[in-house]
T-cell receptor, first 112, second 114 residues
Framework: GENVEQHPSTLSVQEGDSAVIKCTYS??????FPWYKQELGKGPQLIID?????GEKKDQRIAVTLNKTAKHFSLHITETQPEDSAVYFC???????????FGKGTSLLVTP | DTAVSQTPKYLVTQMGNDKSIKCEQN?????MYWYKQDSKKFLKIMFS???????INETVPNRFSPKSPDKAHLNLHINSLELGDSAVYFC?????????????FGNGTRLTVT
């Protein structure tokens, strides 16, 4: 667990374009990789997650890919819409496995 | 109807005071958490309780004392507040104590210490 680096810290795209956010982790034993979306004034909300036995997972316009060898996982949002504007957090499990360790967040702005 | 609710939403207080934040979940979950989000949006685990039993205490100062009267409630009491305690505090719940059990967050309590 521990140590998850997230990039970029801010991302601005035009409506309809794709957005990609990447996280790198240090513990090769990590096996659970969720993504949370936080809208202004609200708590984070789980949008998609992936486990280490799967390389890619899709849910409509969002997808997560995992590269275990390189120890990174990415969030892909296609056909972005203004309502996708939010802060996105990746996470890994802390050492005990009983809670999440979040990345520093990516502020995504989708302009019409 | 709200799944995880926290009160108050805003809390402004002076240094040295003692304050409490309350959290309730109606999802029937076994596990509840407190996370702290600082001014740079960094989100860090503070505590977790599973069925009223403390599971995680992540090097939080003793001035912070969580209390879980039952599995649907987790309160946070903070003594001798300091300027650095200013942050948004999020309560969350999950079905089990496993870290891969999806978290359901409340909308946060913004604490400002002056």
């Amino acid at each position: 667990g521990e140590n998850v680096e997230q990039h970029p810290s801010t991302l601005s795209v035009q409506e309809g374009d794709s957005a990609v956010i990447k996280c790198t982790y240090s513990d090769s034993a990590s096996n659970y990789f969720p993504w949370y979306k936080q809208e202004l004034g609200k708590g984070p909300q789980l949008i998609i997650d992936i486990r280490s036995n799967v390389g890619e997972k899709k849910d409509q316009r969002i997808a997560v890919t995992l590269n275990k060898t390189a120890k990174h996982f990415s969030l892909h949002i296609t056909e972005t819409q203004p309502e996708d504007s939010a802060v996105y957090f990746c996470a890994t499990l802390i050492d005990s496995g009983y809670a999440l360790n979040f990345g520093k967040g990516t502020s995504l702005l989708v302009t019409p | 109807d709200t799944a995880v609710s926290q009160t108050p939403k805003y809390l402004v207080t002076q240094m040295g005071n003692d304050k409490s934040i309350k959290c309730e979940q109606n999802l029937g979950h076994d596990t509840m958490y407190w996370y702290k989000q600082d001014s740079k949006k960094f989100l860090k685990i503070m505590f977790s309780y599973n069925n009223k039993e403390l599971i995680i205490n992540e090097t939080v100062p003793n001035r912070f004392s969580p209390k879980s009267p039952d599995k649907a409630h987790l309160n946070l009491h903070i003594n001798s507040l300091e300027l650095g305690d200013s942050a948004v505090y999020f309560c969350a719940s999950s079905q089990t104590y496993r870290g891969d059990s999806p978290l359901h967050f409340g909308n946060g309590t913004r604490l400002t210490v002056t």
